[in-house]
Nanobody
């Protein structure tokens, strides 16, 4: 059985930083591109960041580019999202997802990801 579990969310002031983590079990982590998505109250789910199976290729949503960094440790079955210069509009539930890939690339559409965590709340106060 596959498990995807996010951790590290919380409350932070605007301008601050936070790192969220995602650990998987039940799948071969090194064969999955990993993505972070978020959903703010009353809004659609939004692509945040993704990383290829080797970690060599990464991509970011326009709203977080330059502020967020995605990374992974295949030996620990873990992907991270480092968030800097946080803004109140970054407040959302952040979801981690896994996408099986045979090539070292990533996708940005949520429907391509077939394993999801339950999310972790990130709240940025002004």
């Amino acid at each position: 059985q596959v498990h995807v579990v996010e951790s590290g969310g919380g409350l932070v002031q605007a301008g601050g930083q936070l790192r969220v983590s995602c650990t998987t079990s039940g799948l071969r982590f090194s064969s999955y591109a990993m993505g972070w998505f978020r959903r703010a109250p009353g809004k659609e789910r939004e692509f945040v960041a993704a990383i290829s199976i080797s970690g060599s290729n990464t991509g970011y949503g326009d709203s977080v580019k330059g502020r967020f960094t995605i990374s992974r440790e295949n030996a620990k079955n873990t992907v991270y999202l480092e968030m800097n210069s946080l803004k109140p509009e970054d407040t959302a539930v952040y979801y981690c997802a896994a996408d099986y890939r045979s090539t070292d690339d990533y996708r940005v559409q949520s429907f391509d990801y077939n394993h999801w965590g339950r999310g972790t709340q990130v709240t940025v106060s002004s």
